[in-house]
């Protein structure tokens, strides 16, 4: 036996409580779509939250950041639906200048309180060369506020609230470099495409055509990984991982 053997990786698929914490409108379902869907449609409740407008999200400079940011989360509440998720909240941070972890972490803290999911699903904050800001930020600050979330004395303005403390079962990180858990997505893995499509500003044909072919590879050889056509990986801890566990980048 391993001393990471003590500590389980928690099911993902056993989620029935699903709280999706990412920078940008089109994340999740690039992420993990095909693993939403199928969450969805076996029953758990799933709430998103976009942190930021999107509105840096197109190369035409005759359209304005307002509109962009109008554009996009109007895609994103089609892609949800697609989905099947539940509801959407933004925390609407300018896209491009999300603040630091710390000034966003009490509003993930509340929601994570209010929502109280059993998993939370976001970004793998560790992602070696993310050169993008909003997507270190993000995940880094919902990862900390899943640990936050579960503290009695933190934020306890949320008392006056009426929240108290909660402990998440897991997290998942998606576009992680260090999968443990793959979910095969081979059943929905037609509804993710539709969901993605649904970001017409951030898919053109010409981007799809090269973006597509890239993620239909990966798919499929994360599915070798299990023997299934399609699959999503992800990077599933505990908060006992998340804490002076010198195991868990090997868990």
């Known amino acids: 036996m391993h001393a990471k053997d003590l500590i389980p990786i928690p099911r993902l698929l056993s989620a029935r409580n699903v709280l999706v914490i990412f920078p940008h409108p089109d994340d999740a379902e690039l992420a993990a779509g095909g693993t939403i869907a199928l969450l969805a449609k076996n029953g758990a409740s799933v709430t998103y939250v976009c942190a930021t407008d999107g509105s840096l999200g197109s190369l035409d400079p005759a359209i304005a950041p307002e509109l962009i940011a109008q554009i996009r989360k109007k895609e994103l509440e089609a892609a949800a639906e697609v989905l099947g998720v539940k509801e959407i909240i933004w925390l609407g941070y300018r896209d491009g200048y999300a603040p630091e972890p710390p000034e966003m972490r009490p509003k993930m ?55 108290g403390p909660w402990s998440v079962t897991g997290v998942a990180l998606g ?40 993620m239909h590879l990966k798919a499929q050889e994360y ?17 006992m991982h998340l804490h002076v566990n010198i195991d868990a980048w090997r868990s």
């Not at 059993?118 to 900390?144: C, G, N, Q």
């Not at 599915?223 to 908060?239: D, H, M, N, T, Y």
């Open 175 to 214: 576009f992680t470099p260090a999968p443990n858990t793959f979910v095969d997505v081979g059943p929905t893995w037609d509804t993710k495409i539709q969901a993605i499509l649904c970001h017409k500003s951030q898919f053109p044909e010409h981007i799809w055509s090269q973006v597509s072919p890239y």
């Open 109 to 163: 803290v509340s929601i994570i309180r209010k929502v109280q999911p059993d998993f939370v699903i976001t970004l793998d904050p560790w992602l070696a060369y993310e050169a993008h800001p909003d997507h270190r930020k993000v995940s880094m600050a919902a990862v900390e506020a899943c640990m936050y979330a579960s503290f009695n004395h933190a934020y306890p303005e949320d008392r006056e609230r009426g929240l």
């Open 223 to 239: 599915g070798k990984e299990i023997g299934k056509e399609f699959a999503e990986p992800f990077k599933v801890l505990s908060l």
